[in-house]
């Protein structure tokens, strides 16, 4: 970890957090300390690791919009900020306090918890009416400031060469790289090409990912068993 620039006690710390959480289990043998993913932690980085790779948005779309309107009492105020942070992260965007859209039908009923469901969402699917446009509503998603990042991305990783770095270097600039990019895709509703800007970057950046994350890979790959083993220092 320290090659990742993560030290002993930060570690320790996330592994606390994520425990308690829910999202890994702690067990012990001996002094030793080991830690493994729940079902919950497996489920969430199996979502991360889709959306990272291959998204979920099709190619085609038919011009339907998913509509959610969800309304929280003020005193549910921590349910309600993991409510909007589930729908962020489904690819919804929020026109204002309750109402979110996405493009396409949505099935809200694996996007949220049986919990977060209890406030009765109402949820509607179809085309938006006059004087409603389709970019009424892609105004809901804050893509100006999301294509400044991506283009961050591209000034960051351009250029930058695999080949150059030794393995336990090409390891960590993976490493460096994936989480950067998963950052970016949690940010990313991957709305339909049809709507949105022209000459987008994310889709630029999208191809340098997938270059540099397979070319890394290659060179990492002397390494990799080791570095999983515990072998390295």
Known sequence: MKRL???????????????????????????????????????????????????????????????????????????????????????????????????????????????????????????PQPPTTDDNLVAAFELDALAAEYSAFGVRWQGFAPEAESPMEALVARVKLQCEWLGLTRLDPQLPDVLLPQNWPGTTQAQLFVDLNQRLGEREAPVLDDFFAGALE
């Not at 067990?27 to 199996?46: A, E, V």
Request: hydrophobic share 35%; charged share 25%; proline share 2%.
């Open 5 to 127: 620039g993560v030290g002993e006690t930060a570690a320790r710390s996330v592994l606390q957090r994520m425990t308690a959480k829910g999202f890994v289990d702690r067990s012990k043998q001996g002094r030793k300390t080991f830690y493994s993913l729940t079902d919950t932690g497996s489920q969430i980085l199996g979502e991360g690791g889709r959306k990272m790779f291959t998204g979920w948005q099709s190619d085609s779309w038919d011009g339907a919009w998913t509509m959610v309107r969800i309304q929280v009492p003020e005193t549910r105020r921590s349910l309600r900020q993991k409510i909007w942070t589930q729908l962020s992260w489904a690819g919804f965007g929020q026109v204002d306090g309750g109402t979110w859209v996405a493009p396409g039908s949505r099935e809200l009923m694996s996007v949220l918890d049986a919990e977060q469901l209890e406030v009765s969402p109402i949820v509607i699917c179809g085309r």
